[in-house]
């Protein structure tokens, strides 16, 4: 049996694809509330395919309860935040979650952890924890670092398709973890060992991080002459060897707003590329906000309160709102003491900030200048609804006369 630790994002999926193709699985989470929602039958956020995967785990027989299970293998999936002032990971719940498997594990077993960190934390937090519960590694117990890589939005196939990374101290060790995601994972899987896989999961979501940036810095350079960035892009990208991405108001979701900061925390004078990239990135919603006020002093709009965000969450038709764009904008909007912004998202069915609308008319009725955050499905079959409003398009998905762009 397999005991998956933690019930995100990342773990919810990984247990019901393992149980879904065949592997006895118990769930594992701390938050009850959770816990019996799953074993009612309903998933704990909105993903594609997600619903199906739940109930085709129940029907293999998957198990969900707070009790850590003794079994010979645990995946570890719980967050790990970084310190915004150090730029290191938090690697507290992973070892709390390593602590409370060594209690209740038998000699033998094998801890794999999903959970994204930086280069080294293993080393440092994981395995002295294990060691302090009396274990010896490599013969009580056995280390695996399996990093996910997937996307809400997309996750059930690229759990499927993606390839895998396998980091092990041992290659036999490897080999049987190997086997296992294989029962599902129709991609490469890699097997290396612990540091490197460590490392390959950050240096991915910095290499995007970086692009992003170098393209939102584009944004930047081509709004202070008065040039279109999007037309610059398009040429641009006519060459062979050359693929900009597109900017955006900025980068969000757990992975890549978040885990360059890794390699920025423990190497800050060696990243310095990275620590400029993920600074711009992270400017972009102030440079939204000023955008805002620039367009409603050329619109002769006074009244904040007539500005309408649309768009909640880090990524289109998903319900993540992690690190999203549009709540760093909010924070902002506190710290230059201005108030009112109206906020709608379809995928967001909750309160979760003021003045947020739950119908795309009601919101659109409250302002007259739209701020288009995030380029969802329902506004881009929307945007006729848009014609008699000021629109700031974030996304260049907006086509009618006079919109205006970052």
Same mark, same amino acid.
């Given at each position: 049996?397999?005991? #998956? ?5 990342? &773990? ?16 594992? =989470? ?24 739940? *109930? ?14 003794? /079994? ?8 790990? $935040? ?36 930086? $280069? &080294? ?16 590694? &490599? ?29 092990? =101290? ?45 393209? +939102? ?23 062979? %060897?050359?693929?900009?991405? *597109?900017?955006? $108001?900025?980068? &969000? ?5 978040? @885990? ?7 190497? $800050? ?10 600074? /711009? +990135? ?14 409603? %002093? ?21 319900? =993540? ?32 900030? %003021? ?15 739209? #701020? ?7 506004? %881009?079959?929307?945007? @006729? ?7 700031? =398009? ?13």
């Amino acid at each position: 049996m397999v005991n #998956v630790i933690g019930l995100g994002y990342i &773990g919810l999926p990984t247990a019901l694809m393992l149980a879904a193709h065949g592997v006895a699985v118990t769930g594992t =989470d701390c938050r009850k509330e959770l816990v019996d929602t799953l074993k009612a039958g309903k998933a704990a956020f909105q993903e594609n395919g997600l619903d199906e995967l739940l *109930q085709n785990a129940l029907s293999a027989g998957i198990r969900f309860t707070t009790e850590y299970q003794a /079994t010979d293998t645990y995946i570890i999936s719980v967050p790990t $935040p970084y310190d915004k002032f150090s730029k290191k990971v938090d690697a507290g719940c992973v070892v709390a979650a390593v602590g409370d498997v060594a209690k209740i594990c038998p000699k033998g077993a094998t801890v794999v952890i999903e959970s994204t960190v930086s $280069p &080294g934390t293993i080393e440092k937090f994981v395995r002295p924890a294990l060691e302090e519960s009396g274990f010896v590694i &490599g013969e009580d117990i056995h280390l695996v670092h399996a990093p996910e890589r997937i996307i809400p939005g997309n996750m059930i196939y690229e759990l499927i398709h993606n390839n895998r990374t396998i980091g092990a =101290d041992e290659p036999e060790t490897g080999e049987r973890i190997k086997s296992l995601y294989a029962s599902f994972c129709r991609g490469e899987i890699v097997v290396t060992d612990i540091k490197t896989a460590e490392m390959t999961k950050v240096v991915e979501n910095t290499f995007r991080a970086v692009n992003i940036a170098f393209a +939102n810095e584009l944004a930047k350079i081509c709004r202070h002459d008065n040039m279109d960035v999007y037309e610059i892009i398009r040429i641009c990208n006519m060459h062979p %060897r050359v693929n900009i991405l *597109q900017p955006g $108001p900025g980068v &969000g979701g757990h992975c890549i707003s978040v @885990d360059p900061w890794f390699l920025v925390g423990d190497y $800050p004078s060696l990243a310095k590329v990275i620590d400029e990239s993920m600074k /711009t +990135n992270d400017s972009m919603p102030d440079f939204v906000l000023n955008r805002v006020y620039e367009i409603m %002093r050329e619109r002769g709009l006074t009244d904040l309160s007539r500005v309408g965000l649309y768009g909640l969450t880090y990524k289109e038709d998903v319900d =993540d709102m992690r690190e999203s764009p549009t709540l760093q904008l909010l924070e902002s909007q506190e710290r230059h003491l201005a108030a009112g912004l109206k906020v709608y998202d379809p995928m967001v069915k909750k309160d979760v900030v %003021r003045n947020q609308y739950h119908s795309l008319d009601k919101f659109l009725a409250a302002v007259d200048l739209v #701020v288009i955050m995030v380029k969802h499905t329902e506004i %881009r079959n929307n945007m @006729d609804k848009l014609a008699d409003k000021v629109v700031l =398009d974030c996304h260049n998905i907006c086509h009618l006369p006079g919109v205006y762009h970052i």
